[in-house]
């Protein structure tokens, strides 16, 4: 019985030494068995890591944009509305609103030479008609003269001769000028006369101013008509502007008719006439002026770009375009919200001038939007011209975040984690959750994102830890 207890004993210990060997055999295939799949899922990880291949193709704002068109105009100086209406300027259709320059700048000249017959009568002409006695014209400075230092033009008639008659002549005296400066702003007539003599008849002495257009019509500026003798009287007439309408060559005619009262061997009637010039005022420069506007949003603006597309019916003006600047309270004359250029060298031909702003672009409108341009054109010419415009638009942009554009160029999936944005005075991570498939271009719209404003380096990092990098200067 011993003996049996003892073997059996002896069994037990075996079947647990067997038991033993069998959990530490388990155990060894379990560490090599995982040993083996973590050795290969390194392998794997480390393929398909190396497999990835993601780029960052473009990093750029995203903006919002609103466009305005002007409402409301107002013309400056004496700028009048030719035609055509606020409506016209919201594209660029060729269908314009014309506006007309006014004379801003003026010249006088004396288009007369010696018109006082200074020293004689050269540029003047005289021819007589005699219907009874003796004519004698001419220049004589020995008679009174009212503009001291100059000469007189006198005209003597008288009826002498064998037979005693009255004298009955007519005279005209005339010189020529050029005008050719479009219809004046001012025209002044001024001349003096005077009639004496032994015998003036009282009626029939008479002088009259005629003007010959270059169309060859006719116009008398002033008549006197004499009943008696006359001291020297000076007058200045004004003319009508509309007489020198015309550009070209024009006579100024002096008629004289001269009558004695009766019949002798020295009787006469003398006329003299002096200083008779014109004094004409036209327009040698033009400008054209108008003020457009408009409200717009109050957004934190990031951009503004105006754009003015317009022609000038004269070739080479000088145009300004100006935005009304709120902090500096007034119209710039250089930088932003300023443009200066002369206009083309052919007339009407369509110009579109632009400028970007993005420093500090909500300097131009106020509190509630609204905005204010200015458009100017001046050139130094005596021919008034028109201002054509076609498109006027004020157009803003907001910035809305960033847009980041992929490239998966691998053969596997990829998951970007995170990206970051850095500059040189911020280093700045986010989250990020984008799946792309294998040859895969995504965008990647991130409202919450900043660009900086100068050069920045933008970066991602995917699940299995690959970076991508952007760089823009």
Known sequence: MQAIMKRLKHDKRAVSNAIVVMLSLVLVVIIVANVVLWSYQMNQLDWEKMQEDVKITDVARVGEAWSYNPSGYAPSGSTSLVSGSISNLTSDDGVDMIF?????????????TNMNFTGDATGWTTTTSVVSGTATSGYDSADGNPSPGSGVGSYYHNGTGTVPKVADINFTTETSLNYTYGT????????AYKLSGT????????????LVKPD????????????????????TIVVDTTHFSQSGTYELRVLNRILTAVKGTANYAQLNFDDIGLKITYNSEY????????????????QLIWTVDSAWTISSVNVTLQLYNYTLNGYPTSGNGYIA????????????KNQTITVNPTDFRNATG?????????????????????WIEFKVVSDGGTLFTFENAGSLTSHVVSLWVINSTNHRRYDANLFMNAGEEAVYIRADIRLPSGAFIAKVVTERGNLAVFARN
């Open 287 to 302: 400008t054209m002026e108008v003020e457009f506007t408009e409200t717009s949003n109050t957004e934190d603006w990031t």
């Open 370 to 390: 609204y905005w204010r341009m200015k458009i100017k054109g001046v050139k130094a010419t005596d021919t008034q011209f028109d201002f054509k415009a076609d």
């Open 100 to 112: 007309r320059s006014y004379g801003s700048s003026t010249t006088v000249t004396y288009p007369i």
């Open 341 to 352: 250029y002369t206009s083309d060298d052919i007339p009407n031909t369509d110009e579109a």
């Open 216 to 235: 060859l019509t006719t116009t008398d500026l002033d008549t006197v008509s004499f009943t008696g003798a006359v001291a020297w009287t000076y007058k």
């Open 184 to 191: 004046p702003v001012s025209v002044y007539l001024s001349y």
């Open 199 to 210: 015998s003036i008849a009282a009626t029939g002495n008479s002088l009259i101013i005629r």
